[in-house]
Nanobody, 127 residues
Framework: QVQLVESGGGSVQTGGSLRLSCAAS????????MAWFRQAPGKEREFVTA????????YSADSVKGRFTVSRDNAKNTLYLQMNSLKPEDTAVYLC????????????????????WGQGTQVTVSS
């Protein structure tokens, strides 16, 4: 069982930056592939970015490429999301997710791949 707790959300203006963190319980954090999703009010959960267990492979949605960077520190059991050049359309609850397997495969953007989810942290970007 893995417990995930996100932090770092907040309110910023357009063009601002935030760094989200996702702290994971357990001593085998490095075996889990991880991802960030987001969900805006009235919309479906949307894939943002994913990272393999080793951190060597990452994928990102086109909407965030060049602005968001995912990373992880396996020694600290923590996943990060650095968000720069934020836009109002980035406003959402951001959730981290963990997969029991360390590889991302081809279905990394699908919510069904992930076994564990955090409660989310709110990000609000004002124009």
């Amino acid at each position: 069982q893995v417990q995930l707790v996100e932090s770092g959300g907040g309110s910023v203006q357009t063009g601002g930056s935030l760094r989200l963190s996702c702290a994971a319980s357990g001593r085998t954090f490095g075996v889990y592939a991880m991802a960030w999703f987001r969900q805006a009010p009235g919309k479906e959960r949307e894939f943002v970015t994913a990272i393999s267990g080793s951190g060597g492979i990452t994928y990102s949605a086109d909407s965030v490429k060049g602005r968001f960077t995912v990373s992880r520190d396996n020694a600290k059991n923590t996943l990060y999301l650095q968000m720069n050049s934020l836009k109002p359309e980035d406003t959402a609850v951001y959730l981290c997710a963990a997969d029991r397997f360390s590889t991302l495969g081809t279905n990394y953007a699908y919510t069904g791949k992930y076994d564990y989810w955090g409660q989310g942290t709110q990000v609000t970007v004002s124009s």
